[in-house]
């Protein structure tokens, strides 16, 4: 999972696996030395390595490479083309999903990549603002420190479906946007109370 490469001929090869990239489309090969049972992982600049049953053992950051990986997936997320977009947010979503991602990348993923998945929001394209929506939900499980997001993603919600007519017309979305915002009130419990009448607004308009 972390560290993956896309595999452009979707085949495996000596001693690597595979994996599909959830709905993405995108197929994942990751490294697994054969007689070591160590997982070494270079994702997002970042290289660990595991044992079976033993956790992280080991960490170190390449800040260049950090910086430039980082980068290439924000302007994937900005791409005009869809497949790009679909497959940067594959990516993402397998990094998180990981269990073996280590929190410290994670806050950094988030903290770089946030603003670009609440964009994601007003994507046209229903499947990509579908899997943007599933990526923050998956961030909001595992990160703490999201309060900076509030002043962005409430009014983006308010605008996204308490309007009227709502600019989003999927039941589905909807429903992630509650759930996003039900992680957001209890991970800011102090801070929410500023939002109330945007939150109501939020809920009237989804729960309707």
Not at 35 to 43: H, K, N
Not at 167 to 188: H, K, N, P, Q, T
């Amino acid at each position: 999972g972390l560290g993956c490469a896309i595999a452009a001929d979707g085949k495996s090869v000596g001693g690597w696996g595979e994996e599909n990239c959830g709905d993405s489309g995108a197929q994942v090969k990751f490294r697994r030395p054969q007689g070591d049972r160590r997982l070494r992982s270079d994702a997002f600049g970042v290289r660990m390595t595991t044992c079976a049953g033993r956790g992280i053992m080991g960490l170190v950051h390449k800040e260049a490479e950090d910086v430039e990986s980082l980068q290439r997936e924000i302007s994937f997320l900005a791409s005009e083309e869809v497949g790009k977009r679909r497959a940067a947010l594959g990516r993402i979503s397998l990094l998180v999903r990981n269990e073996d991602t280590p929190l410290i990348v994670l806050d950094k993923v988030w903290k770089e990549l946030s603003i670009e998945l609440i964009k994601l929001m007003a994507d046209p394209v229903e499947r990509i603002r579908d899997m943007a929506l599933r990526c923050l939900l998956s961030f909001l499980d595992k990160v703490t420190s999201v309060s900076s997001v509030l002043p962005i993603i409430i009014p983006c919600m308010v605008y996204r479906v308490a309007t009227y007519p709502p600019e989003e017309g999927s039941e589905e979305i909807r429903l992630l946007l509650v759930l996003i915002l039900g992680r957001l009130v209890a991970l800011c419990p102090k801070v929410v109370g500023q939002y109330i009448d945007a939150i109501h607004s939020i809920l009237h308009a989804c729960l309707q």
